[in-house]
């Protein structure tokens, strides 16, 4: 199957081409103390592909991937894949309840778990109307991962499927209520690790990954699986909880090229009481996504560790990155620039072209854009609109063609008329050295008036801070932009991705 027929399976594109072009025996997947050749994840995803067969499950139909960062993970990936259905990946750590709202809205019939996480699962299954098999990891019955996959042939041809065909849900994030899915092609993930993974981050195969997010992100499902297996290199996993420590442990372990990582972790790698003795020399670089990166923690992080870090910007809409800094044409406190064989246009609320310099709506087009989001017929039309994909993203471009991040459409904030991007704030803030972390928010006044405010975790309390804070950023930002009110914290609320959560912020004012 051609990348560029309209037969596509990235089952074959990412695993089974590997073993063709002779990368069977090396190694894939280092977890612990376990290896896998690309020749054994073959085998395996085959067994689970003939296990669904067997189970009934038919092409485009969708199968829950519950698991931690093991290998069974990437084996039942592929083995989805394999057999033509549709891979749903959700975090392993989720609720009943929550899991309970995949089964029904995915209508799975298989789901893959994990014993240790399986309790949550079970429970959610009671009242599941479409599920008909929970396959656990780590099982001792008949019915069990390991039971199943024995017995099951490890011969198995990847089903033809189209390029436009649904592949991968992947679940948007940044908004409210229920996750929605975004249903991507087969297509899109290839276009993506041709132009960004190849192209502009030159991944090969002496590349070796590690990732701070979890295989079920969209992030790192590409930088942490797909995108070393696309040019048969080696990916890092552990199931555990991501730690500074974790992380360090890791790097000494098994010596990384390419580290994967978000500015919240790469502030606590930062604020590591042995932090100046970690050795990351073996890193090529680092990519950061997720939340805008600060200025002030790109600059620590250069001169901890010399080692690049890439800031840049994708969603689900269009699977992956689209705009990035790259190696040798870094800008701090920029996204970069558009990726080559994507088109990024700031537009404002009429859809027309704004000046470079000035605030607009991300608008993007490329050959990864989804299908759309699942039942979910107007937001669809709202977002996807002919070739373009409108974000809810603020951003500009400056005169050199760099891209700079504005914040969330709803977390931007418009004091005396004009827009305010809080992360300019932040920034500013953080170059204050009694600022360890921060947040601003905007917060109505007694007169309907929305003003900034800062909620700061200080290196350490002292008398008049506040004040001092609200000055630096007069003295270094136009006077509008300094915060009304500053408050000091222990900790910032956090969403269960890990970010700050603005929402719960806002509230407190």
């Not at 995803?45 to 485009?60: C, I, K, Q, T, Y």
């Not at 090529?284 to 996504?289: G, M, V």
């Not at 000046?355 to 608008?363: H, I, Q």
């Not at 947040?439 to 800062?454: E, N, Y």
């Amino acid at each position: 199957m051609s990348a560029t027929s309209d037969q596509l399976n990235i089952a074959d594109y990412f695993l089974d081409a590997r073993v063709r072009e002779g990368f069977g025996d090396k190694t894939a997947i280092i977890c612990g103390d376990v290896r896998r050749t690309y020749s054994e994840i073959q085998s395996l995803a085959n067994r689970v592909a003939n296990v669904l067969d067997d189970l009934g499950v038919e092409r485009e139909q969708r199968v829950l991937v519950g698991l931690p960062d093991i290998p069974e993970f990437v084996e039942a990936f592929f083995g989805v894949l394999k057999n033509g259905s549709v891979v749903v990946m959700v975090n392993c750590h989720l609720k009943p309840e929550e899991i309970a709202y995949f089964y029904e809205y995915t209508r799975a019939k298989v789901v893959f778990a994990h014993v240790d996480t399986a309790s949550a699962f079970e429970e959610a299954a009671k009242g599941a109307k479409h599920l008909e098999h929970l396959v656990l990891v780590g099982g001792d019955g008949d019915g069990s991962f390991e039971a199943l996959t024995r017995k099951a042939s490890a011969d198995f041809e990847t089903r033809t499927t189209h390029r436009d065909e649904a592949s991968i849900w992947l679940f948007s994030g940044g908004t409210t209520g229920r996750p929605k899915a975004v249903v991507q092609t087969h297509r899109a993930f290839v276009n993506t690790t041709e132009l960004y993974a190849k192209n502009v981050l030159g991944f090969c195969k002496d590349d070796i990954t590690l990732s701070v997010p979890k295989l079920y992100f969209g992030y790192a499902t590409g930088s942490n699986m797909l995108f070393p297996f696309s040019v048969g290199g080696t990916s890092i996993l552990f199931p555990g909880r991501c730690t500074a420590d974790v992380l360090f442990e890791q790097i000494r372990a098994h010596s990384p090229t390419i580290l994967i990582n978000v500015p919240t972790m790469i502030n606590k790698m930062l604020a590591h009481e042995k932090a100046s003795e970690q050795d990351l020399s073996c890193l090529r670089l680092a990519t950061s996504a997720g939340e805008a990166l600060p200025v002030e923690l790109y600059n620590r992080w250069k001169e901890a560790y010399g080692v690049e870090l890439l800031d840049g910007l994708g969603t689900a809409e269009m699977w992956h990155v689209f705009l990035s800094n790259r190696p040798g044409d870094v800008r701090p406190g920029t996204l970069g620039k558009v990726v080559p064989g994507f088109e990024v246009r700031v537009r404002d609320d009429d859809g027309g072209d704004v000046p470079r310099g000035e605030v607009g709506w991300l608008w993007v087009r490329g050959a990864s854009r989804a299908i759309g989001y699942w039942q979910q017929m107007d937001k669809s039309m709202s977002a996807f609109r002919g070739e373009w994909y409108v974000s809810g993203d603020m951003l500009r471009q400056d005169e050199d063609g760099y891209f700079i991040y504005g914040g969330r459409g709803d977390d931007m904030l418009k004091v005396g008329g004009k827009w305010l991007a809080p992360s300019e704030v932040e920034n500013c803030l953080l170059r204050h050295d009694r600022v360890k972390e921060c947040a601003v928010v905007g917060v109505v006044d007694d007169a309907g008036l929305t003003k900034p405010r800062a909620f700061v975790i200080p290196t350490a309390k002292q008398p008049g801070l506040e004040e001092e804070l609200k000055k630096h950023v007069r003295d270094e930002l136009e006077p509008y932009k300094a915060p009304r009110d500053v408050v000091l914290m222990d900790d910032l609320p956090r969403t269960h991705l890990g970010k700050v959560d603005r929402g719960k912020l806002r509230g407190l004012g």
